[in-house]
């Protein structure tokens, strides 16, 4: 498989194209059987250097990104905020210019302000990649999600698609939204009218549809995807409390007999258990919650292999995910 990406940056999902989307997709499922062999490690990216800079707190995502890139075989650095010069008032592009110094292949960024990836990758010679951006998008989530419905549903196109809960601060809404109208999937979002943006106006152009009831988005649907209420992200009140929120906005089981009867239930986590979701439908057969998680590590090597390794210089990934020593 040649490959045919040739991005420096990983900045959002608007930008691809669906055959970018579908390479990514292809490239993360050649890697995804390294993470189930014994020995988890390909020379792929040996000698190369990859900076994780994480400005919000992150389970899945800053462990993953580390994971991907030692599978791969390349350094991988991990910065947080609360421990950086950033505490004595250094600005984000002289952190960057100074990691940039170093000679870092990859910049891994998780910022609160929407925009700050793109403004390091304007400075840095390195690939920049948006690990979340404020409420502006998280691109390998929505890869990661879309390579977890490919594997289980054969493909994205024609599916409905529900996202319900807080669609106004979540990135992960957006990203998802560009990718499954980019691959064909019909979407509808449901949500507190307070908690939909009014801004959707293009979405809804290509289709997107707004419901206010969670029961009209998941009618027929063929996956339900749950997003969290994002309290660090909330300025005001946006309803009256979790409980009234859980009430109306919570999936339940009984929800799911609307849906198509092989309907999946999805999540990006980290999850409020009895707010935006029951137990029994997060641990339930319909979940693929910790499917999503195994199959970030994909992804995320796949990303880091386009942006560092074979991807620009033109390689084979099938010659990458050679054990080593082969
Ligand atoms: N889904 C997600 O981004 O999780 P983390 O915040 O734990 O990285």
Redesign the pocket.
């Known amino acids: 498989m040649s490959t045919n990406f040739n991005r420096k940056d990983l900045l959002g999902i608007r930008e691809l194209s669906p055959a970018e989307i579908t390479h990514i997709l292809d490239t993360a499922e050649s890697f995804r059987d390294v993470s189930r062999r014994e020995i988890k490690k390909v020379p792929t990216l040996r000698g190369r250097t990859v900076i994780n800079l994480f400005f919000e707190?992150?389970?899945?995502?800053?462990t993953s990104f580390e994971i991907a890139a030692k599978r791969l075989s390349a350094d991988a650095i991990n910065i947080s905020a609360s421990s950086s010069s950033v505490t004595k008032g250094e600005t984000l592009l002289d952190t960057a210019r100074n990691l940039e110094a170093m000679a870092p292949d990859c910049i891994v960024i998780r910022h609160n302000c929407a925009g700050a990836p793109h403004q390091l990758a304007r400075i840095c010679r390195a690939g920049i990649v948006n690990a979340?951006d404020g409420s502006h998008e998280?691109p390998t989530?929505a890869l990661l999600d879309a390579l977890t419905i490919r594997e289980h549903k054969g493909g994205i196109e024609g599916l409905k698609v529900a996202i319900i809960g807080d669609i106004l601060h979540s990135r992960?809404a957006r990203s998802n939204i560009h990718l499954l109208t980019a691959l064909g999937a019909s979407v509808s979002v449901a949500g507190p009218g307070t908690l939909v943006p009014k801004d959707f106006t293009e979405l809804v152009e290509k289709g997107l549809r707004v419901e206010r009831r969670i029961e009209d988005a998941i009618e027929g649907a063929d996956v339900v995807m749950i997003l969290r209420i994002q309290r660090e992200r909330q300025t005001s009140a946006f309803f009256p409390s979790m409980r009234e929120y859980a009430v109306h906005y919570g999936l339940h089981l009984e929800h799911l007999t609307l849906a198509s009867q092989d309907a999946i239930v999805m999540h990006?986590?980290?999850m409020n258990r009895g707010i935006e979701i029951s137990s029994e439908v997060a641990d339930g057969s319909r979940s693929l919650i910790l499917d999503q998680v195994s199959n970030g590590v994909a992804v995320r090597m796949a990303i880091l292999y386009l942006l560092a390794g074979g991807g620009r210089a033109g390689g084979d990934v099938d010659d990458t995910t050679k054990r080593i020593g082969e």
Do not use: I, L
Request: charged share 15%; aromatic share 0%.
């Open positions: 707190a992150s389970t899945r995502t800053r979340g998280h989530q992960v990006p986590g980290p």
